[in-house]
């Protein structure tokens, strides 16, 4: 019996390497869809196969702010066609949205950081009220740490908001949320895929600050703040600059209520990170829908994560929707 074709629909063709040689491996056909921009014919019927989407929540700092409703309109075409999506309509709201994602969480029963929402940079200060400093600011439609930024006062605040320097977020929604003083300075991210988890990595914070995205195209050098490697590259950055380890023979309860979340949130690929924080709580503050994985992890890794992927999809059925 042959294996569907597996389309994904990304954006950013630096991410993708990985994941081609691993559907190469396992002698699974891909075909890569760009949701860049594009003409989608409603009158038209979709092919066969899985269509799995990682579109990310970043993508407009590539020059790619249509991709957030493109990638909507096709995912809506897909599922009224009865198409098997991966990680689908109802998950990419997920990824756009911090909000979303930290009162899913809690209605899962999961713990988070004490977060306000702030709609409009107007209502920011106000928003920042409620907080003892120090305290952080974050963009609702994060990746890569965007808008990441942590206050020393109220003051400094107010200060950054009337600068200059000021970060519009993507949907102007700006989050305030509680600082949490790590135990131990990394945060761990457990990647799950189709109703398993596969590992644990940690990530180093006190060289890393809060850019953690572990795809070696995102990788810079702690020491200069820039890129380590060029678009294309293969080769992992050495242990000089490496901030992600494996987090070996991870085992908590924590875990059990993650598979949960996915599986209640149709969630079928993640990374959920969480910080162990000094004073005894457990905090699970993001959501990765379109998850990347690191090389340096993926070699000493009990199994591969980008090929247990492969394999996921290659074993869905075309016409379960």
């Not at 491996?25 to 014919?41: K, P, Q, S």
């Not at 490496?242 to 969630?267: C, M, T, W």
Request: aromatic share 8%; hydrophobic share 40%.
């Amino acid at each position: 019996m042959s294996t569907p074709t597996v389309y994904a629909l990304h954006e950013n063709p630096e991410w993708f390497p990985p994941f081609a040689r691993a559907f190469e491996a396992e002698g699974v056909h891909v075909e890569e869809w760009l949701l860049t921009d594009g003409v989608l014919d409603l009158d038209s019927v979709p092919p066969e196969g899985i269509f799995w989407s990682r579109i990310s929540a970043s993508s407009h700092t590539r020059d790619h702010g249509l991709s957030k409703d493109y990638a909507r309109a096709v995912l809506s075409w897909l599922e009224a066609h009865g198409r098997r999506t991966v990680n689908g309509r109802r998950v990419l709201e997920l990824e756009m949205s911090k909000v979303d994602q930290l009162t899913a969480l809690r209605a899962a029963g999961i713990d988070t950081p004490r977060t306000v929402a702030a709609v409009g940079r107007h209502q920011i200060l106000a928003a920042a009220k409620e907080f003892e400093a120090p305290f952080i600011t974050k963009h609702n439609q994060g990746g890569k740490g965007l808008g990441v930024r942590k206050f020393e006062s109220h003051g400094e605040l107010a200060d950054y908001v009337a600068s200059e320097e000021f970060e519009e977020p993507a949907d102007g929604i700006t989050l305030i949320q509680e600082y949490i003083v790590a135990a131990e300075p990394f945060i761990t991210r457990a990647e799950i895929v189709g109703g398993e988890f596969l590992y644990a990595i940690k990530a180093d914070t006190a060289r890393g600050g809060f850019q953690l995205c572990p795809a070696d195209a995102c990788a810079i050098d702690p020491s200069t703040g820039k890129p380590i490697m060029p678009p294309g590259a293969t080769i992992a950055p050495d242990a000089d600059t490496q901030l992600f380890s494996l987090r070996e023979d991870f085992d908590h309860p924590v875990i059990g209520k993650y598979l949960e979340f996915a599986r209640r949130n149709r969630l079928e690929v993640c990374g959920i990170e969480f910080i162990e924080a000094a004073d005894g709580r457990l905090l699970t503050y993001d959501v990765n829908t379109n998850t990347n994985y690191n090389a340096a992890v993926e070699a000493v890794a009990p199994r591969s994560a980008p090929r247990a992927l492969a394999r996921y999809l290659a074993s869905l059925d075309p016409a379960v929707g």
